[in-house]
C-alpha cells in the first residue's frame, strides 16, 4: 500500500458521552470528515443522536441527490432557509416545551 492511502474498512460507531460530544466537537467533526468514523451520543445510558459524515448521510439515507433537492426546496419555499439562529433556538425551545407538556 501506498504511503497515505488508507485500507478501506468499515468503521464501528463509537460511543461518545454528551458532555465529551460537546466539550470535543471539533476534533470528533474532524475525525467524522477524514476517518469517516460515526459517533453514537449517549446521555444517561440512553443513545441520542448520531454524528456522521455528510456524505455517509447521503449514502445510506437519502435515496438520491433529487431527494434532498426536494428537501431543499421545500424548506426554501416556507423561508426556513432565511432563519436566523436566534429564530431556529426559540424553534427548538418551543418544540422542547411542548414535547414536555405531552410527557408529563
Do not use: C, W
Not at 497515505?4 to 468503521?11: D, L, M, V, Y
Not at 467533526?29 to 444517561?44: A, G, H, I, P, S
Not at 426554501?76 to 405531552?102: C, D, S, V, W
Amino acid at each position: 500500500m501506498a504511503r497515505g492511502q488508507r485500507k478501506a474498512t468499515k468503521s464501528v460507531a463509537r460511543i461518545v458521552p454528551a458532555l465529551t460530544a460537546r466539550t470535543q466537537l471539533d476534533q470528533i467533526l474532524r475525525r467524522v470528515k477524514q476517518n469517516k468514523e460515526r459517533f453514537y451520543v449517549d446521555r444517561r445510558g440512553e443513545p441520542q443522536a448520531v454524528i456522521m459524515s455528510f456524505e455517509d448521510y447521503l449514502k445510506n439515507f437519502i435515496e438520491s441527490h433529487l431527494d434532498l433537492a426536494k428537501v431543499r426546496h421545500a424548506a426554501k419555499a416556507k423561508g426556513l432557509n432565511r432563519m436566523t439562529p436566534r429564530e431556529i433556538n426559540r424553534e427548538i425551545r418551543k418544540y422542547r416545551q411542548e414535547r414536555h407538556a405531552k410527557n408529563v
